[in-house]
């Protein structure tokens, strides 16, 4: 079992930055891949960025590619996500998850079992 808390979250003008942090409890959480993902109001949750168990890979939606930046330190049980260059179709509430099933695409939201509250991200133009 793992818990996740998300913080970080605010109002930004374009071209901005913010950095979320998802602060775990539980001992399995190094085990897993971890992901953020985002929902913007009347729209399905999507995939923004996925660092491996390991920390070795990441991956990342093409909306956000060299913009974003995930990662994660295990000693602290923390993922971060570092957003710079932010546009106004970013604003969404971002939740932190972990993947508990190691096969498949870490974009698959369904092979996620655990999810944060979410933080609520606003991009102003």
């Known amino acids: 079992q793992v818990q996740l808390v998300e913080s970080g979250g605010g109002l930004v003008q374009a071209g901005g930055s913010l950095r979320l942090s998802c602060a775990a409890s539980?001992?399995?959480?190094?085990?897993?891949?971890m992901g953020w993902f985002r929902q913007a109001p009347g729209k399905e949750r999507e995939f923004v960025a996925a660092?491996?168990?390991?920390?070795?890979?990441?991956a990342y939606a093409d909306s956000v590619k060299g913009r974003f930046t995930m990662s994660r330190d295990d000693a602290k049980k923390v993922v971060y996500l570092q957003m710079d260059s932010l546009k106004p179709e970013d604003t969404a509430v971002y939740y932190c998850?972990?993947?508990?099933?190691?096969?498949?695409?870490?974009?698959?939201?369904?092979?996620?079992?655990?999810w944060g509250q979410g933080t609520q991200v606003s991009v102003s133009s």
């Open positions: 660092i491996a168990w390991n920390g070795a890979t990441t």
């Open positions: 539980g001992r399995d959480f190094s085990r897993y891949a």
């Open positions: 998850a972990a993947k508990n099933r190691p096969l498949g695409k870490v974009s698959d939201k369904k092979l996620y079992g655990f």
